[in-house]
């Protein structure tokens, strides 16, 4: 028997051996169907919408939608989510879903910035050294490079690298 014919089971192996949960409060919101999420996030559940945001935005089990995404991402990052702000701090930058606008996408990553997130720290560094949305400030742009790869980001570190290469 396959696990998707125990509809109300999942089946987790441990060193230890079988342990048995419940999927329906266990189930993780990549395993879910997008109207399961869908449904979920209407109901007020920000993880669900933050699932939607990133799938949509990705095109990761979904089609890749701007306007879904943006819709989403909306929702969740009004619960200030510091991912789902990136993600929708990604799609004002792009133009993707709404209107292009670098005020509203620096104000997001730095949200984020501020909340740990490593991408928004990198794109933080883009806005401060072309003055996308930002007064251009080299002092800026540097300290949130350093940021970045100081936290591991790779392609921050790779920036650096470059950069020292010139």
């Known amino acids: ?3 998707r014919n125990l ?7 441990s060193s230890a051996g079988v342990l048995l949960l419940s ?3 266990n189930m993780t919101n990549l395993e879910k169907s997008l109207s399961t999420l869908a449904e979920e996030a209407e109901q007020g559940d920000m993880n669900s919408a933050h699932a939607l945001c990133y799938r949509y935005s ?3 089990d979904a089609p890749s939608d701007d306007e879904q995404a943006a ?3 909306t929702l969740a990052a009004a619960t200030q989510n510091p991912k789902s702000m990136t993600l929708l701090a990604d799609l004002y930058y792009e133009g993707r879903g709404v209107e292009q606008d670098y005020k509203k996408a ?4 730095y949200f984020a910035a501020q909340n740990g997130i490593e991408k928004a ?4 560094y883009q806005h401060y050294h072309n003055g996308y949305g930002v007064a251009r400030d080299e002092t800026e742009a540097k300290y949130y490079l ?3 790869a100081d936290r591991k980001y790779l392609p921050a570190i790779k920036l650096k690298q470059e950069l020292l290469l010139q």
């Open 23 to 25: 999927s329906c409060a």
């Open 106 to 109: 620096a104000r997001l990553y």
């Open 121 to 124: 720290m990198f794109m933080l």
């Open 71 to 73: 819709k989403w991402c």
């Open 7 to 13: 509809n109300s089971w999942k089946l987790l192996m």
């Open 1 to 3: 028997m396959s696990l």
């Open 146 to 148: 350093n940021r970045a």
């Open 58 to 60: 990705n095109g990761v």
